[in-house]
């Protein structure tokens, strides 16, 4: 059964940073693309970010680019999502996904950029 389980959320002020991480399960990380997505209340979800299987080539949405960053280790079967400069319309749930769509996604973390 695949597995994906977010954590590292919170509340931050504006400037602020988080690091996110995603655990892995019940497939072969080490030989899947990954990605972030995010749900904002009452909006659909968005690609963030996506990372190739050795974790050498990244690409970003335009929302975030220069601001996130993902990484991964594939020894621990781990996802992250570092962010930095957060603003207020950052706010949402938080997932880590096996496609770009967000289809085959976990449980996710609330991020809440606020003052």
């Known amino acids: 059964e695949i597995q994906l389980a977010e954590s590292g959320g919170g509340l931050v002020q504006p400037g602020g940073s988080l690091r996110l991480s995603c655990a892995a399960s019940?497939?072969?990380?080490?030989?899947?693309?990954m990605f972030w997505v995010r749900q904002a209340p009452g909006k659909g979800l968005e690609w963030l970010s996506r990372?190739?299987?050795?974790?050498?080539?990244?690409e970003y949405a335009d929302s975030v680019k220069g601001r996130f960053t993902t990484s991964r280790d594939n020894a621990k079967n781990t996802l992250y999502l570092q962010m930095d400069s957060l603003k207020t319309e950052d706010t949402a749930m938080y997932y880590c996904?096996?496609?770009?769509?967000?289809?085959?996604r976990g449980q996710g973390t609330q991020v809440t950029v606020s003052s």
């Open positions: 019940g497939f072969p990380f080490y030989r899947a693309v």
């Open positions: 990372i190739t299987t050795g974790g050498t080539v990244t």
């Open positions: 996904a096996r496609d770009r769509a967000g289809e085959t």
